[in-house]
């Protein structure tokens, strides 16, 4: 049963330093994305890549966080410096998109990754 | 931006009875999609509607699409404490940004046995 894994599951870390968030995409799936998951925003989009090449990140604060796939089995999200405002469950997501049709009818989720930015 | 809204925001019902759970957007629908997501979990995949008047079950839980594309009901037909969670709807917005979505604020579901 394919699943998409992400490391480290919680992450509890002081303001200013470097946080680095991993996600493994199901193998054959072109389309990775980021999302950040507070209860006062909801659920939003932060980047994401198709065939490893970012399409948007327009969701993702530019001086602080970056995101990056340096191959096809990993996603990485990165936030240096870490703010408290950053706190949130960071969910990665993954998929098989496309143009014509006949991918992957949805986007599958990882268990997420809960930081806390003290 | 593609913009949707869910009603209610939060939903406590008795096991047994029928619910429904409403995501309007502001703009014609490519693809709706409804997941479900358990607390300090991620979502699971529900189901995907993206023709208009399109319903689509699954076990005891329906969705469908209205005809004009802007609007989907999530129905639970005797609710059970399982079916407890936070529903999201999220819309694909189709074109060059096909594949990504946006989503609703969530549906808080407690079903009380």
């Known amino acids: 049963d394919a699943r998409v894994t992400q490391t480290p599951r919680h992450k509890v870390t002081e303001m200013g330093q470097e946080v680095t968030m991993r996600c493994q995409p199901i193998?054959?799936?072109?389309?990775v994305f980021w999302y950040r998951q507070t209860m006062m925003q909801g659920l939003e989009l932060l980047a994401y890549?198709?065939?490893?090449?970012?399409?948007?990140d327009s969701g993702m604060p530019k001086d602080r966080f970056s995101a990056e796939m340096p191959d096809a089995t990993l996603a990485t999200l990165k936030i240096q410096p870490s703010e408290p405002r950053d706190s949130a469950v960071y969910f990665c997501a993954s998929g098989l998109v496309l143009a014509g049709g006949g991918g992957t009818d949805t986007q599958y989720f990882g268990p997420g990754t809960r930081l806390t930015v003290l | 931006s593609q913009e949707l809204e869910q009603s209610p925001q939060s939903l406590i019902v008795q096991e047994g009875k029928n619910l429904t759970i409403n995501c309007t957007s502001s703009k014609t629908l490519y693809g709706l999609y409804w997941y479900k997501q358990k607390y300090g979990e991620g979502l699971i995949f529900l189901m995907m509607?993206?023709?208009?008047?399109e319903e689509k079950s699954h076990e005891k839980i329906t969705a469908k699409l209205d005809e004009k594309k802007q609007q989907s009901s999530l129905h639970i037909t005797a609710s059970q404490p399982s079916h407890a969670g936070i529903y999201l709807c999220?819309?694909?917005?189709?074109?060059?940004?096909?594949?990504?979505?946006?989503f609703g604020q969530g549906t808080i579901l407690t079903v009380h046995p």
């Open positions: 509607l993206q023709k208009g008047g």
């Open positions: 193998l054959g799936h072109n389309t």
């Open positions: 999220g819309a694909d917005a189709g074109g060059t940004s096909y594949g990504k979505l946006t």
């Open positions: 890549f198709r065939n490893r090449a970012p399409l948007d």
